[in-house]
């Protein structure tokens, strides 16, 4: 990697991490390869999720935390500071990860977010059955993509 270029990957902890990992495949159209990583109860330690051949995010049981959040009290997190952010190039693709993520066979339009400059239409909050915060939107002008090709 050239110096000065950084990638910044996402991991999410969980409750029951392989029906999460079935769920968001089937939300964003994630593929996964090899075996699971499981531990010997039965825990999801590790495994990254793909989309179209890239890191999407990566999933673990919370019981595999790192020490260092473990250290943390609940105290001193009550919000939520996170959110996943995903762009989608095609209007289906976020009508789907949206019924998917709600569990709602709705019309997502219902609750779609637009900021009042009209930088970003086609937006909408979700936080999913698993506690994960998703932030899902779409280009203005749905023939213009702003996922980096």
């Not at 095609?90 to 637009?114: C, F, G, I, M, Q």
């Not at 009042?116 to 698993?130: L, M, S």
Request: one cysteine or more; hydrophobic letters at 40%.
């Amino acid at each position: 990697m050239a110096s000065g270029n950084y990638i910044m990957g996402n991991h999410v902890f969980v409750r029951n991490g392989v029906e999460a990992v079935r769920f968001y495949k089937e939300a964003f159209n994630l593929t996964d390869e090899g075996e699971l990583w499981l531990d010997d109860e039965g825990y999801l330690v590790h495994r990254e999720l793909l989309r179209d051949g890239k890191l999407f995010f990566s999933i673990s049981d919370e019981r595999h935390v790192s020490d260092t959040l473990k250290k943390v009290k609940f105290s001193d997190c009550v919000k939520q500071t996170m959110m996943f952010m995903v762009c989608f190039d095609k209007e289906d693709d976020l009508r789907k990860a949206y019924r998917v993520l709600t569990d709602d066979n709705s019309n997502p339009y219902e609750e779609l977010l637009d900021n009042p400059d009209g930088t970003i239409k086609n937006a909408v909050e979700v936080i999913d059955k698993f506690g994960v915060f998703w932030w899902l939107y779409a280009p203005n002008d749905w023939s213009k993509s702003f996922i980096p090709k």
